[in-house]
Nanobody
Framework: QVQPSESGGGMVQAGGSLRLSCAAP????????MGWYRQGSGKQREGVAM???????NYAESVKGRFVISRDSAKNTVYLQMTDLKPEDTAVYYC????????????WGQGTQVTVSP
């Protein structure tokens, strides 16, 4: 199994932007549909964006028009550009296969904390 490494989180004011990255060694993401997920305090983890190996993209309604997912297969990296951030976007953000498979090739990583102040 592979554990991705998420980075790029931080503290921003409402309206700010952040770019998250998710990388893994080798070719763990090749051919897989990948997604970004988030888990707010006291909430269940939810998917916010997904991208297929062919580039088809979908977003949760709550982030449409504000978040952009992309991937660089050569670098085995998935990105999430977040703009116009809102306090309700505060969460730990993770990447994984979409949908995530218990016992699959990709484990959950440590995530990266995003905190948006009013």
């Amino acid at each position: 199994q592979v554990q991705p490494s998420e980075s790029g989180g931080g503290m921003v004011q409402a309206g700010g932007s952040l770019r998250l990255s998710c990388a893994a060694p080798g070719s763990a993401f090749i051919g897989k549909t990948m997604g970004w997920y988030r888990q707010g305090s006291g909430k269940q983890r939810e998917g916010v964006a997904m991208i297929t190996s062919g580039g088809t993209i979908n977003y949760a309604e709550s982030v449409k028009g504000r978040f952009v997912i992309s991937r660089d297969s050569a670098k085995n990296t998935v990105y999430l550009q977040m703009t116009d951030l809102k306090p309700e976007d505060t969460a730990v953000y993770y990447c994984n296969e979409f949908p995530a498979r218990p016992g699959g090739d990709i484990q959950w990583g440590q995530g990266t904390q995003v905190t948006v102040s009013p």
